[in-house]
């Protein structure tokens, strides 16, 4: 009964590299969503997925990159890490789009960008 | 643009002292209200969901309200494993995504 799966759980990164923090589910969600999570300021949409082939913004969507070859898959790539970048990421998915239920989260990615 | 806003911060509680937090929120439709329950280290794990003012929901010693402008999370006779992160959140309009608020860290002393 896996859910939302995330790697890393953690990471170290230089300022400049490149990186991919990967999701994966296996609830047949079309739904898929990345956050951000930083102290004071609540979870932050960074991108979204209605369904595989279709991504789109949220809130903060700057320097991620993501795209939606399967259902399963989700991966959110940081083109260039900046130290702004530092926080824990989720991803989170649902059953459809359009739908008013739950979001499911995996444990998160703790980015650390020095 | 939809906004939430939870109090208080941080509140800490004895067992067996109940409490409410609160939150507030600014939505043009609102098609849902969330709440969810966050431990250290950890993803959020989903608690509740209403939808219209009037509603509550009730899970153990968590009972979570609606208005029109915000919704209540009270806990009673709390113990120290509700201890966590709650986070409200909102879906609204024709969004598909949810905005979070900030969260309130209880801290429950045996």
């Known amino acids: 009964n896996a859910g939302v799966t995330q790697t890393p759980k953690f990471q170290v990164l230089k300022t400049g590299q490149s990186m991919t923090l990967q999701c994966a589910q296996d609830m047949n969600h079309e739904y898929m969503s990345w956050y951000r999570q930083d102290p004071g300021m609540g979870l932050r949409l960074i991108h979204y997925s209605v369904g595989a082939g279709i991504t789109d913004q949220g809130e903060v969507p700057n320097g991620y990159n993501v795209s939606r070859s399967t259902t399963e898959d989700f991966p959110l790539r940081l083109l260039s890490a900046a130290p702004s970048q530092t926080s824990v990421y989720f991803c989170?998915?649902?059953?459809?789009?359009?739908?008013?239920?739950?979001?499911?989260f995996g444990e998160g990615s703790r980015l650390t960008v020095l | 643009e939809d906004q939430v806003t939870q109090s208080p911060e941080a509140l800490r509680l004895q067992e067996g002292e109940s409490s409410s937090l609160n939150c507030s929120y600014t939505v043009s439709g609102l098609r849902g209200l969330f709440w969810y329950r966050q431990d250290p280290g950890k993803g959020p794990e989903f608690l509740f969901t209403l939808y219209s003012a009037g509603e509550e929901k009730e899970k153990e010693r968590l009972k979570a309200t609606l208005t029109k402008k915000e919704s209540f999370l009270h806990i009673t006779a709390p113990k120290p494993e509700d201890s966590a992160t709650y986070l409200c959140a909102v879906q609204a309009g024709g969004n598909n995504d949810m905005r979070f608020g900030a969260g309130t860290r209880l801290t429950v002393k045996p």
């Open positions: 989170a998915s649902r059953i459809n789009p359009a739908d008013t239920g739950e979001l499911f």
